[in-house]
């Protein structure tokens, strides 16, 4: 029973449990991986570190030191804590993750980058955490199930804007 992909998110039960462990234990250490995830991020992929005007400027010590960079480290947590935490209202996942899409939207960020971070973000949690491949591969599709919907979200915001130009 717990096999069996639900619809909506394609994520079977056993998926969604190995996340919700994985997050809960990602989450008590947040405040030192939260921005090391982000640092990761701006080394790995340095184009999207152009997109935070707010730590232009920052050497990599400073960066690491930021206050910026906490908050928003805490507000990418919260996101993905309201996404786990509705795996199975997929109607108010779907609203949430519109919310976060029409902001990034805002700021020009493509479905790429969120797929890249995407991609580190579960690389990072198989280094901060021990987990299985079982594990790593629920994150993927779960993540797979987020940038699904976002992507589609931002076709559509891309569409109303050559609607209204």
Same mark, same amino acid.
């Given at each position: ?34 921005? $090391?995830?982000? +640092?990761? &991020? !701006? =080394? #790995? @992929? ?68 969120? $797929?890249?971070? +995407?991609? &580190? !973000? =579960? #690389? @990072? ?41």
């Amino acid at each position: 029973m717990g096999d069996i992909p639900e619809p909506g998110t394609c994520l079977t039960e056993r998926k969604k449990t190995a996340v919700r462990e994985s997050w809960a234990k990602m989450v008590s250490t947040w405040k030192t991986n939260g921005v $090391e995830f982000f +640092f990761r &991020l !701006f =080394t #790995t @992929f340095p184009n999207i570190r152009a997109y935070f005007k707010t730590l232009d400027g920052l050497d990599q010590d400073a960066l690491k030191a930021s206050s910026k960079l906490r908050a928003h480290a805490i507000n990418f947590k919260h996101s993905v804590s309201s996404f786990i935490d509705n795996l199975d209202d997929i109607d108010c996942l779907v609203i949430l993750i519109h919310k976060v899409t029409e902001n990034h939207f805002r700021r020009n960020i493509t479905p790429k980058q969120f $797929e890249d971070a +995407f991609s &580190l !973000f =579960t #690389t @990072f949690v198989g280094d901060v955490q021990e987990v299985d491949e079982f594990t790593l591969n629920a994150w993927r599709a779960t993540l797979a199930t987020v940038l699904s919907v976002l992507t589609e979200h931002m076709k559509t915001l891309e569409a109303q804007m050559d609607g209204h130009a």
